[in-house]
């Protein structure tokens, strides 16, 4: 497979397991500067996981995540933490601290990771903001916002130091088809204005349709990668489980 020179991030030969169940072995694929790429495959098959192994809070049983020549999992601490700073990251369960307004939720990560002034803390807070369409959200509790505004509150809370890579996992799951839309023209801006490379897992076809160049299907019973294509390839002539899967299209 052609792969682009330059990748942000290769992926060689990774396997992973808890114990010695495997979940997915001999994954191999470049994350390209500028890309959406959507993870997708069944339930359990392994996305979440497989977020974890690229942000380095689980260790691979076989294999390698390389930022540029730097292996993720070999990494001391420095260049560990240097490598995160380029990250940022949505976990599934997107949560805000619920003891925090939204506006210190999304400065939070300018006040762990940077000395960053009070001012100017607020002010690239509420920029952020401003970005994910929450321009009068800073002073709010995240009890008081909806379900896709509290999913927009935690982008811009990822995107707080400015990383240039977004993981995303699942980010439109339970929002109604309106946020859920709304967030799928979120990433597309963030890719266009911000040049912001996107690594998104989805279980919504519509969604990966809509935003995703490229779609890296994790098939659940050959517990490996079976397809790495744009959806639309991959809709008309990907093996025959990928082609089922896309076939969910217009479901929620
Ligand atoms: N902490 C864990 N310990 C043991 N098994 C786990 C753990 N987390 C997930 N698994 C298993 O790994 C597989 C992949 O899980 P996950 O990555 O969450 O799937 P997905 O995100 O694709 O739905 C599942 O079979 C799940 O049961
Ligand atoms: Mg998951």
Same mark, same amino acid.
């Given at each position: 497979?052609?792969?682009?020179?330059?990748?942000?991030?290769?992926?060689? $030969?990774?396997?992973?397991?808890? $114990?010695?169940?495997?979940?997915?072995?001999?994954?191999?694929?470049? *994350?390209?500067?500028?890309?959406?790429?959507? *993870?997708?495959?069944?339930? /359990?098959?392994?996305?979440?996981?497989?977020?974890?192994?690229? *942000?380095?809070?689980?260790?691979?049983?076989? !294999?390698?995540?390389?930022?540029?020549?730097?292996?993720?999992?070999?990494?001391?601490?420095?260049?560990?933490?240097?490598?995160?700073?380029?990250? /940022?990251?949505?976990?599934?369960? /997107?949560?805000?601290?619920?003891?925090?307004?939204?506006?210190?939720?999304?400065?939070?990560?300018?006040?762990? @990771?940077?000395?960053?002034?009070?001012?100017?803390?607020?002010?690239?807070?509420?920029?952020?903001?401003?970005?994910? !369409?929450?321009?009068?959200?800073?002073?709010?509790?995240?009890?008081?916002?909806?379900? $896709?505004?509290?999913?927009?509150?935690? *982008?811009?809370?990822?995107?707080?130091?400015?990383?240039?890579?977004?993981?995303?996992?699942?980010? &439109?799951?339970?929002?109604?088809? @309106? &946020?859920?839309?709304?967030?799928?023209?979120?990433?597309?801006?963030?890719?266009?204005?911000? /040049?912001?490379?996107?690594?998104?897992?989805?279980?919504?076809?519509?969604?990966?349709?809509?935003?995703?160049?490229?779609?890296?299907?994790?098939?659940?019973?050959?517990?490996?990668?079976?397809?790495?294509?744009?959806?639309?390839?991959?809709?008309? &002539?990907?093996?025959?489980?990928?082609?089922?899967?896309?076939?969910?299209?217009?479901?929620?």
């Amino acid at each position: 497979m052609h792969e682009a020179a330059d990748p942000l991030v290769r992926v060689v $030969g990774l396997t992973m397991a808890f $114990g010695d169940e495997v979940v997915q072995r001999d994954l191999a694929f470049d *994350i390209r500067r500028g890309e959406v790429l959507a *993870i997708v495959g069944a339930s /359990g098959c392994g996305k979440s996981t497989l977020l974890r192994h690229l *942000i380095g809070l689980q260790t691979p049983a076989a !294999g390698q995540v390389l930022y540029g020549d730097q292996d993720l999992h070999q990494a001391e601490d420095e260049t560990l933490a240097v490598l995160r700073r380029r990250f /940022g990251v949505m976990f599934q369960a /997107g949560a805000l601290w619920s003891s925090m307004t939204v506006g210190e939720n999304v400065m939070l990560p300018l006040r762990l @990771f940077t000395d960053t002034p009070a001012d100017e803390r607020e002010r690239l807070a509420r920029w952020k903001l401003a970005l994910v !369409g929450l321009d009068d959200a800073f002073e709010l509790e995240p009890a008081e916002l909806s379900g $896709g505004m509290r999913k927009r509150a935690a *982008i811009a809370r990822a995107l707080a130091l400015d990383p240039e890579l977004l993981y995303l996992d699942e980010p &439109s799951s339970g929002l109604d088809p @309106f &946020s859920a839309a709304r967030l799928d023209g979120l990433i597309l801006n963030l890719r266009r204005h911000l /040049g912001t490379t996107v690594v998104m897992v989805s279980h919504s076809i519509d969604s990966v349709f809509a935003v995703a160049d490229r779609l890296l299907y994790l098939d659940h019973v050959e517990k490996t990668m079976t397809a790495l294509d744009a959806p639309r390839l991959l809709a008309e &002539s990907g093996p025959d489980r990928v082609r089922a899967f896309l076939q969910r299209r217009g479901r929620p």
